[in-house]
């Protein structure tokens, strides 16, 4: 996933199968990895967009969870987060691992005109359609959901925090027995803070235009509107504060494509909390997000 992952616990007295459930977590990552990036040619998402159109392909339960999730996403959105967005991001140098700098040959070439709506899913067979040639990119949720099923190993602990490259999970409290403090970035200079957050209980994941600029060296980011093809570029960054990372990791990236007032409206309906800030470094907030500023 091209991010240092760090797991901080607490306990007062860890034991041997404590330690097994940490090393299990680690390998969440590894797994969601190997199975739902586009960036692995064997892996299964790979297979699927390589599969023939318009033919119900057989998927694992943890990749149709993951797709399931990203279209009910893409939906609530109205379509500015959307899966079937890959096609543009490989147009855009996004075409190589970003760990081993290898690039993916294997995708298809993809009808542009193509939607989250071009994707069917069979809940009860367990299949994916794909009613047109194109690339899933999961990105924006594979991460989150590799940190939820990872955070599922660590009940045993007290308290937790798992880092994946800045998007935090955190559960119970810290070694000094208070709540974790979360720093947000400054999307001008990232090696400052420009917001800290407290937080005992849940997921804090941001997406900024500062994070992976286009390979090719052109102007843009990563974070794609879907409609254009574009980089995004109404807002700098969205962090979001929600039970799952999963989920703060989706709707960091739907908001950031809306941009701030639509943003902020679809973050209050889905009942999470967030910051927005813009260009200018002005900074916008859901209503309940106060309880989390100190």
Not at 45 to 68: A, D, H, K, N, W
Not at 152 to 160: D, M, P, V
Request: aromatic residues 6%.
């Amino acid at each position: 996933m091209d991010t240092v992952i760090t797991i901080e616990i607490v306990k007062a007295q860890p034991d041997d199968a404590c330690h097994e459930r940490v090393s299990r977590a680690f390998g969440w990552f590894d797994h969601v990895e190997q199975r739902c990036s586009r960036f692995v040619e064997s892996s299964e998402l790979s297979m699927l967009f390589r599969s023939e159109t318009g033919t119900p392909v057989s998927v694992s339960p943890l990749l149709f969870q993951l797709i399931e999730f990203a279209l009910a996403v893409s939906q609530a959105s109205g379509g500015a987060f959307d899966p079937t967005v890959g096609q543009a991001m490989a147009a855009r140098g996004y075409n190589r691992n970003f760990r081993t700098g290898q690039e993916t040959s294997h995708q298809p070439h993809a009808t542009r005109e193509t939607s989250y709506r071009d994707v069917v899913l069979n809940r009860e067979g367990g299949t994916v359609t794909l009613l047109k040639p194109m690339v899933l990119d999961l990105g924006a949720v594979a991460k989150g959901f590799a940190m939820d099923l990872a955070a599922a190993e660590l009940g045993c602990f007290t308290g937790y925090a798992i880092n994946a490259g800045g998007d935090v999970l955190v559960r119970g409290r810290n070694s000094v027995d208070a709540p974790w403090r979360i720093g947000i970035k400054n999307p001008r200079k990232p090696a400052e803070l420009i917001e800290t957050l407290v937080v005992s209980d849940g997921a804090v994941c941001t997406s900024g235009d500062y994070e992976r600029p286009r390979p090719d060296g052109q102007p843009g980011h990563h974070i794609i509107q879907p409609q254009t093809g574009e980089s995004a570029s109404i807002v700098a960054s969205v962090t979001v504060v929600a039970a799952t990372a999963m989920l703060a990791d989706a709707l960091s990236t739907a908001s950031f494509v809306l941009g701030r007032k639509r943003g902020l409206r679809m973050l209050e309906s889905q009942g999470v909390d967030g910051l927005i800030i813009s260009p200018r470094l002005e900074l916008y907030a859901t209503s309940g997000l106060s309880k989390y500023r100190r």
